[in-house]
């Protein structure tokens, strides 16, 4: 679980260029979206995107993906419970 | 009815160098990448602005050239948050749109992501210049085969004699595979310099 | 300043090649979405305009083995409004290009990617009729249509051309269907803009072409009498919450016309029938005091034909102003926004004399040109 959580926080600084951003500034419960990484609707999408290519999980409806990326912890535990790669 | 025309600022970049009306103000190294040069002019100038990394290459210079005519023109915010962008290129957004269609080529590996397809629309360049500067002003994007500053003073002088905007923002943007260019210049009825075309053009040409 | 009319005009779309079949396709009901299953991964409803039809069209007066689909539409269209226009080409004659995507299926077809360049279609149009002066393109979205007819408004106003003709297509591309589907914007049925029941866009193939002129015999001539074209600054992608650019385009085109909401008489709308972007022209219509006023979105007959599509409505508009018809709103039942709208709900047969057309797209971009009906 310690190395999914890890691969995700560098899968998201490098697929939504957070330049600023290491993996150890990424607490497992920080918010996503909003205040925490400021993420924004295209960032959602992309991580849509990257849920169906990297662990082949695809998500349909947008409000799915709302309940699952509230932070690393919670997107570590679906993909763990979901991934079919 | 025609109006004479003032230039406040202008700035070219290009050849990894900065230039603002005629003074070359940062040069790096040639060999560096677009990418690379844009990212240090981005650290040097300390922007704090994240969302420039996730912009496309098109889009960063033009959010560059912005910042550094803004900065050089001293415009009031009232003024700023009016302003029309005319701004123009020959490839539109086909540096991009080459990479987009690279994630749909194979059909086993098709993965479009809306991070790059968002940038598929040269006009893009415009939106980030306006929301980093908060202008709601006129927006137009044209294409021609080379800057035509023609084309660009006629739809500024329209802008301004039709009250639709006192200053514009205009230019050429274009970024190709590995060639990219910048000139933007700022023209309203009162500023530093004389304006007409030739004189534009003589500008961008000997830059 | 100079009245500018719109006279000749020609829409090519799988409802037809000429305007006036489309306007009755249109007043039937008749929609050119229907369900295809080879232009993505999966079955997927477009409007498509058949590649054999358009062939057989496009002979009559060239080669179609030479020219890609966007062209063969486009010069079809605009043949069709210059033989039809009461100018001819001339040195003060401007020919307006404009496109969201261009040639954009040349990266993966026969064609050499390199047609992919703007300046190229833009060159094939003009050497086809033997236009004079270098054509103007305008590559600004979804907006790109409507705003062409500003620009060649601004430009015939302030006498740096005597005409114009404007020529506004996009086509049905796998690049772009894929990126929307990237959006997860892309209908599971034909879109239904406004509609409680909408579940996103539907796009379409469509080239359309007028001709601008500030010299027109017509009886009843259509003049373009304001136009507004602002930017939301709020984000590249994601309408404005409180549909800022919209407003202020509607505004200034107002402003201009120098009439007051209450004059406007039907509202072409831009209506993709994704959630955000009809919640936002709600909004916009809302603060400029149109929520009364009759309204319809032209995307349950057409899709989104993107840089065609304003181009393509304000005809549409037009001839909604010349035979006094409000047109249904294809696709829509129970409102699904959270402001009121006149949604046109049936066709109906009323006295019309002023519309705006209004368009919004990525980029922030939006455009509000207002047209009316003059009798001299």
Request: charged share 25%.
């Amino acid at each position: 679980m310690d190395a999914l959580k890890k691969e995700l926080k560098e899968s998201i600084i490098e697929q939504l260029n957070l330049e600023d951003f290491t993996v150890e500034d990424i607490a497992d419960d920080d918010t996503l979206f909003g205040d925490g990484l400021g993420l924004d609707s295209i960032d959602a999408l992309e991580l849509i995107v990257m849920l169906d290519k990297d662990y082949g999980i695809k998500l349909t409806d947008p409000n799915e993906g709302k309940a699952v990326f509230v932070s690393v912890e919670v997107l570590a535990t679906y993909i763990s419970k979901h991934r079919t790669k | 009815m025609k109006k004479q025309l003032k230039t406040i600022a202008y700035c070219r970049i290009n050849n990894n160098t900065i230039s603002i009306n005629g003074k070359s103000i940062i040069t790096k190294d040639k060999d560096l990448s677009f990418s690379d040069f844009a990212k240090q002019i981005y650290k040097e100038k300390q922007l704090a602005y994240p969302k420039f990394f996730k912009m496309d290459n098109l889009c960063k210079l033009a959010f560059l050239t912005s910042e550094f005519l803004f900065e050089a023109a001293k415009l009031d915010s009232e003024i700023i948050k009016h302003t029309g962008i005319v701004l123009s290129n020959r490839a539109s957004s086909l540096d991009t749109d080459r990479k987009h269609q690279d994630t749909i080529n194979d059909k086993d590996n098709y993965f479009p992501s809306p991070a790059v397809f968002v940038y598929t629309l040269a006009n893009i360049m415009i939106g980030e210049i306006s929301i980093r500067h908060q202008i709601k002003g006129e927006n137009a994007f044209f294409v021609s085969e080379k800057f035509n500053e023609t084309l660009i003073e006629h739809y500024a002088s329209s802008l301004i004699i039709n009250r639709k905007s006192s200053h514009i923002l205009c230019g050429w943007v274009d970024v190709d595979n590995n060639n990219y260019d910048a000139f933007m210049y700022l023209v309203a009825e009162k500023g530093s310099y004389n304006y007409s075309k030739e004189i534009i053009k003589n500008i961008y040409t000997q830059n | 300043m100079k009245d500018v009319f719109i006279t000749a005009n020609t829409i090519i779309s799988p409802l037809g090649f000429d305007s006036e079949t489309n306007v009755s396709a249109i007043a039937k009901e008749q929609s050119g979405i229907t369900l295809h299953n080879n232009i993505s991964t999966s079955p997927c409803y477009a409007s498509i305009i058949d590649h054999k039809k358009l062939d057989d069209a496009f002979s009559k007066i060239g080669d179609p083995k030479i020219y890609t689909k966007l062209e063969k539409m486009m010069i079809l269209s605009l043949q069709n409004t210059i033989s039809q226009a009461t100018f001819s080409i001339s040195d003060k004659t401007v020919l307006i290009v404009a496109t969201t995507k261009g040639n954009i299926d040349a990266l993966n077809s026969n064609f050499e990617p390199e047609r992919a360049y703007l300046p190229i279609l833009g060159n094939k149009i003009k050497e086809f009729f033997g236009f004079k002066t270098e054509p103007i393109i305008i590559s600004n979205a979804c907006v790109s249509g409507i705003l062409a007819i500003a620009v060649a408004k601004r430009f015939l106003q302030n006498d740096y051309y005597d005409n114009a003709f404007v020529v506004g297509g996009d086509i049905v591309s796998e690049f772009t269907l894929s990126g929307f589907q990237s959006f997860q914007a892309i209908s599971k049925k034909p879109c239904q803009p406004f509609s409680k029941h909408r579940t996103g866009i539907s796009i379409g193939d469509a080239a359309a072409s007028v001709a601008i002129t500030t010299d027109t015999s017509e009886s009843e001539a259509i003049q373009i009498i304001g136009d507004g074209s602002c930017n939301d600054a709020n984000h590249i992608s994601g309408p404005s919450r409180t549909g800022e650019g919209l407003y202020l385009s509607i505004i200034s085109a107002l402003k201009e016309a120098n009439i007051k909401p209450e004059s406007i008489d039907y509202i072409s709308a831009h209506g993709t029938a994704t959630a955000f972007n009809d919640e936002m022209e709600a909004i916009a219509f809302n603060r400029a005091k149109l929520e009364k006023t009759p309204l319809n979105s032209l995307k349950g007959y057409y899709g989104h034909t993107l840089g065609a599509s304003g181009l393509l409505e304000a005809i549409v508009g037009i001839h909604s102003l010349k035979n006094n018809m409000l047109y249904k709103s294809l696709g829509m039942d129970e409102l699904g926004v959270t402001m009121p709208l006149n949604i046109i709900e049936n066709t109906t047969k009323k006295e019309l004399k002023t519309f705006i057309k209004t368009a919004s797209g990525f980029g922030g971009c939006n455009t509000a040109v207002i047209f009316k009906k003059v009798k001299q």
